[in-house]
């Protein structure tokens, strides 16, 4: 979701217009220069859209005085933000401070709105024309403290940030979800769907005559529909044709695509092939949901079962998170679970991670173990934000880059923290400049 920074001297009445944004009672800290502020990042919505909310007081105390610590604080936001808000005290007009956030942020490549704050009365009204000198176009009277304004200055703020891909992903809201059933041939896949679908299996889309014909049926599975896509690939076929291996690693990427979650079935009594982690891999870039399901567990003994862990502890490193299933297509061994396994991979996959609690994660977290220091210099992390769900995609903001290794760290806490099981979760760094 967009960033809106809010900067402006002490005083101004910051805070109090962020609450207003943030349309709600909960006070943002004010606390002393020097001590690094709890919170720096909150949620707002505002006729149906998300965005977030920086207010950048308290950031960067800064020994060289006001106007200096003010101009950082506003080349930060120019940096970090998607649009800039700058409080100005109506009843004092613009001091030279403010004229000097206003020549910085007059090159900033963003929108950047002016709040003319404290406009409680009409009489006050008469302040807020001057504001027009700082360059930054028409000032907006508002009175944080008593709301005045405030719906106008929002829906210019909507209008200054970017509009972001909305979170649906096809398909109606609350329809079926859209399962991909993927795995090498032979596998059991047209087993395990006959299985799933037993008697009733709904073809719900054909286009016939076409290379890539594809096909999905409705299936229930504990009562509910799933829409599994695309199981025209999972029909058995002569395969006489050259490049039909081509045609198949095709069809599996398209599957995956227009799939939310992935099914990979696994030969359970048979190593694991490289092919099932390049399949793997591809899901986990594709950003989908992920669920392990090793079939023909039927045929797996004991050796068979050490044997198996042990090629999974090294094939699948990079997907710890993915449930796993032991199943049987053949005697319908565990088959009956897919239902709540898919239910908790999409569930993460659909996850937000309101920004209040990601900041209190991240600051715990980083107050423990720093980022490693990168040619003498210690890269900060400012404040996080979650960009995206489907899958949760959390974007950090930083002074400097964060090493791989750290990125990991980051990630694999912030699993233990909020989960997201079944999900991949992407992490991604905006460094300031
Ligand atoms: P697909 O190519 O992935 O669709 O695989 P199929 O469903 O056609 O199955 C390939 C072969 O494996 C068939 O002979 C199935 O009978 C067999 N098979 C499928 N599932 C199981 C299972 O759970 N246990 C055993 N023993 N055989 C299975």
Redesign the pocket.
């Known amino acids: 979701q967009p960033v809106l920074a809010v900067v402006g001297r002490p005083n101004v009445g910051k805070s109090t217009l962020v609450n207003r944004i943030l349309g709600r009672r909960e006070a943002v800290v004010q606390d002393t220069p020097g001590v690094t502020r709890d919170r720096v990042a909150y949620d707002a919505l505002w006729n149906g859209r998300r965005f977030t909310v920086v207010d950048t007081g308290g950031w960067e105390p800064d020994a060289s005085g006001l106007q200096a610590a003010v101009a950082a604080q506003a080349e930060l936001a120019m940096s970090t933000a998607d649009a800039i808000l700058l409080v100005v005290d109506a009843t004092v007009g613009a001091t030279g401070t403010d004229d000097a956030v206003a020549k910085v942020l007059r090159r900033s490549k963003r929108p950047v709105l002016v709040a003319a704050n404290k406009v409680d009365s009409e009489r006050a009204m008469a302040e807020v024309a001057a504001l027009w000198g700082l360059g930054l176009g028409e000032p907006f009277p508002v009175s944080a403290l008593h709301g005045r304004g405030s719906g106008d200055l929002l829906d210019a703020i909507l209008e200054a940030l970017p509009t972001t891909p909305r979170d649906t992903f096809g398909g109606q809201p609350g329809g079926p979800r859209r399962v991909a059933l993927v795995?090498k041939?032979?596998?059991?896949?047209?087993?395990?769907l006959n299985r799933l679908a037993g008697e009733q299996r709904v073809v719900v889309d054909s286009v016939a005559g076409t290379t890539v014909d594809p096909v999905d049926e409705l299936i229930e599975i504990e009562g509910r529909p799933w829409r599994f896509v695309d199981t025209a690939g999972?029909r058995?076929r002569v395969n006489t044709a050259s490049g039909t291996e081509y045609y198949a690693s095709l069809r599996t990427k398209a599957a995956i695509d227009a799939a939310e979650v992935v099914i990979v079935?696994l030969d359970a009594s048979e190593p694991v092939t490289e092919q099932d982690l390049r399949v793997i891999t591809q899901i986990v870039e594709a950003g989908r949901a992920l669920v392990l399901a090793f079939?023909?567990?039927?045929?797996v003994d004991d050796d068979r079962r050490h044997q198996l862990e042990r090629e999974l502890d090294r094939g699948l490193v990079r997907v710890p998170w993915a449930e796993r299933l032991n199943i049987?297509?053949?005697?319908g061994r565990a088959v009956g679970k897919f239902a709540p396994v898919l239910d908790r991979a999409l569930e993460s996959w659909d996850t937000r991670v309101p920004t209040g609690q990601l900041n209190a994660w991240l600051n715990e977290i980083i107050a423990a173990t720093p980022p490693p220091v990168r040619g003498g210099r210690q890269p900060k992390v400012l404040f996080a934000t979650q960009a995206q769900t489907r899958p949760p995609t959390i974007v950090l903001f930083t002074t400097g880059f964060l090493e791989a290794g750290y990125r990991r760290f980051l990630e694999r806490k912030l699993r233990e923290t909020f989960g997201f099981s079944g999900s991949p979760v992407r992490l991604s760094v905006r460094v300031r400049e």
């Open positions: 795995g041939p032979n596998v059991g896949k047209s087993s395990l999972l058995k079935l079939n023909k567990w039927d045929l049987s297509a053949r005697t």
